[in-house]
């Protein structure tokens, strides 16, 4: 694959600034609709009888998540020309759980995707952080300018937060219902990855480049 479709590494002077707006349209918009398939399913199926193929809601939300995802790069590739990195691996990651989820008609997969994703990505921050690399630049380049120690300590605790989400996603969807899960999923993660970036604007106000420059 030609490097330059992927997203360029932070540091490259081609890489091109995507609206932060565009870019959580993007992210979040499969999901919304995993939530809605999965909330109405059953009218779904009842206005579009095709859907029954899919099977019971969960499967319906399954089968147009993987369908909204899809759509979700395609739009990225058309309108900025750039796979986001983070979006991509997570599009992987919904084709291959959720392609199992309806061949086998087992929704564990599907429920297992989050943990996988979030254990994929602490691990990756983490692992980056042990080689020296402070791979956060590749989600919150266009939003944030840290010096080296502020990105380090920075990609340290999100690699540790992921780890938390998938801990609770694991939690959550073992001892709740699919439609606890499914609401957790959509509007539990999101306020709480709020109030953890929220959180760490203090360090980031600390180690910014931008502020010390204003000093000066």
Do not use: C
């Not at 030609?2 to 918009?29: C, V």
């Not at 399954?62 to 750039?82: K, V, Y």
């Amino acid at each position: 694959m030609n490097p330059s479709i992927i997203e360029r590494d932070p540091s490259d002077p081609k890489k091109k600034d995507t609206n932060p707006l565009l870019k959580l349209a993007l992210e979040l918009g499969p999901l919304m609709v995993f939530f809605f398939a999965n909330a109405r399913g059953e009218w779904l199926v009842g206005k579009f009888p095709a859907l029954h193929a899919f099977g019971g809601p969960i499967f319906v939300a399954t089968g147009l998540f993987m369908i909204a995802t899809a759509i979700a790069l395609a739009a990225s590739w058309l309108l900025i020309r750039t796979l986001p990195i983070m979006p991509l691996v997570s599009g992987v990651v919904v084709f291959v759980f959720g392609g199992l989820t309806l061949w086998l008609q087992d929704d564990v997969f599907i429920k297992m995707k989050p943990t996988i994703i979030n254990t994929l990505f602490g691990g990756a921050l983490l692992g980056g952080l042990y080689f020296g690399k402070s791979l956060l630049g590749y989600v919150f380049d266009s939003a944030f300018s840290l010096d080296a120690e502020g990105w380090r300590k920075l990609t340290l605790r999100w690699g540790l937060f992921f780890l938390l989400l998938a801990a609770l996603n694991e939690i959550v969807w073992r001892s709740f219902s699919t439609d606890v899960w499914v609401a957790f999923k959509v509007w539990g993660i999101m306020p709480i990855t709020l109030i953890f970036t929220l959180s760490q604007m203090p360090l980031i106000m600390r180690h910014s480049l931008d502020e010390k420059l204003q000093k000066k």
